[in-house]
């Protein structure tokens, strides 16, 4: 027979709590300690009380933070994230001075008052060039560092929209046409024939060797270029980079060079390679040497332009029939894409993901 196998009783063996804490705060009560527990309590409490102290203690030291701005009072106006005292209150005095005190901003309160006041459109004129605006630049102060002090051009124009959405009758008042009409008048709104509508061209370029090339593309490969201006920023290291509106060879080797025959419509910012922040900045800049024109684009400042590209943006803009229609594309790789005579050879979009 086989002998049954004999139950095994477990052993749990009690262990003690720790002899280096107070046995009341870990222990239940007993008779000689009846109130362990809600002394524990009150030194947790207690605990607990202090950390919140030294977390309100480091909240209040901390800068305090601009609040956040009322947008809806700064529809459509050049609202600088540096001066948080511009955004909401319209009685600020105080004025801004550079660092080292040598130069001094408009007060703040001048400033609010031109952001606030609502414009007239101003008159289009055509030909047109920041060259006659140098003695009516402005200064911002310099988003990123919060310290240099800008001199740059003024917008256009303040908001007109007067907050609420633009006619198409207000919208047809801007827009210049290099062909005036028996009166001289400019800005002749749908009676401006498509090939005589003004284009502005904005780039944004970062010491790119290539951007002369770019505007001389512009110009050369337009079907109507004398209705074409272009805005650079150029964000160069003086002596070590060549200039947007450097030509390749001497004007007087080569008159017919773009940058020499137009010469006038080309307005050039030109500002030092160590103030650049990103292209957002540079674009803001670029956006302030418009001037009225009749359609708007913005580029790179290394692409080529292919043949009668102007004409056929606008056609593509029309086709729309939409008054509110931006055109917008990913552009293709020059190789394979443009012939010797600059026509495109491409007929599809690019695909995203075949790009590296």
């Not at 700064?74 to 004025?95: F, I, K, V, Y």
């Not at 001075?97 to 001094?104: D, L, M, W």
């Not at 002090?149 to 907050?163: E, T, Y």
């Not at 729309?320 to 599809?348: C, E, F, W």
Request: proline share 8%; net charge negative.
């Amino acid at each position: 027979m086989l002998e049954m196998e004999k139950p095994i009783k477990k052993r749990v063996k009690t262990v003690p709590p720790p002899t280096f804490l107070p046995s009341g705060v870990v222990c239940q009560p007993s008779s000689s300690r009846p109130a362990a527990i809600e002394a524990g309590l009150l030194l947790s409490v207690a605990i607990l009380l202090l950390y919140i102290l030294g977390f309100y203690e480091t909240v209040i030291s901390l800068p305090r933070a601009p609040e956040v701005p009322a947008w809806s009072r700064h529809m459509g106006q050049n609202l600088n994230l540096a001066r948080p005292s511009e955004w909401d209150d319209p009685t600020a005095t105080d004025s801004l001075t550079a660092s080292g005190g040598n130069s001094s901003l408009k007060t703040v309160a001048a400033l609010l008052k031109r952001n606030h006041d609502f414009g007239e459109i101003p008159v289009g004129v055509w030909p047109v060039s920041l060259k006659d605006e140098v003695n009516q630049y402005e200064d911002i102060l310099h988003p990123g560092d919060l310290k240099t002090i800008m001199s740059v051009p003024k917008f256009w124009s303040p908001p007109i929209h007067h907050k609420k959405l633009m006619s198409r009758e207000t919208a047809m008042k801007i827009g210049t046409c290099a062909e005036p009409d028996s009166d001289g008048i400019v800005v002749r709104g749908d009676e401006c024939p498509d090939d005589q509508r003004t284009i502005f061209v904005g780039i944004a370029s970062y010491r790119d060797f290539q951007c002369r090339l770019t505007v001389e593309s512009v110009f050369l490969r337009a079907k109507n270029p004398e209705r074409v201006r272009v805005g650079v920023v150029d964000q160069i290291v003086d002596g070590e980079d060549v200039a947007c509106n450097q030509p390749v060879e001497p004007c007087e080797k080569n008159p017919e060079q773009a940058l020499c025959k137009y010469k006038d419509q080309v307005d050039v910012y030109q500002m030092e390679a160590e103030l650049s922040i990103g292209p957002v900045f540079a674009r803001h800049i670029g956006y302030r040497l418009y001037r009225g024109e009749y359609y708007a684009t913005q580029s790179d400042a290394h692409v080529t332009f292919t043949l009668n590209w102007d004409a056929d943006i606008i056609s593509q803009m029309e086709k729309t029939k939409n008054d509110m229609a931006v055109l917008s594309t990913y552009l293709t790789d020059i190789q394979g894409s443009i012939d010797p005579q600059g026509h495109s050879l491409r007929n599809t979009r690019p695909i995203m993901c075949n790009t590296f």
